[in-house]
């Protein structure tokens, strides 16, 4: 079954993307890469924008749309770049982690 039906349960990374919208954390996010090179200047827009459709597209969709493959490739690819997205803002997260451990291991030991 496809993630577009209401009862499926989405990918458990689709919650901690919101928290993340919420917190501000992709603020700074600059362009998205979501494949074919394709890119979206405002990450934070983008994925805001891409977490309405997807509510949109849970809520208000029809059995009849479920059922249209058209319908059910827009969700499959909407749940895709969402991925791209998660993928980026995970690899900048890495990228920023240690230079902040850093910084606080300097503050600590007064280096």
Known sequence: MSLFY???ALPPWIPELRERLQRG???????????GGF??????E????????????R????????????TRARMELLLHDLER????VDAERMVHRPRA???TWTTQNGA
């Open 6 to 8: 209401r009862n499926d």
């Open 25 to 35: 954390e992709l603020r700074e996010l600059g362009a998205v890469d979501v494949g």
């Open 39 to 44: 890119e979206l200047p405002d990450g934070e």
């Open 46 to 57: 983008a994925v805001r924008a891409m977490l309405e459709a997807l509510d949109r597209y």
């Open 59 to 70: 809520a208000h969709a029809s059995v009849r749309d479920q059922l249209d493959p058209v």
């Open 85 to 88: 997205v998660r993928q980026q």
């Open 101 to 103: 451990a850093l910084e």
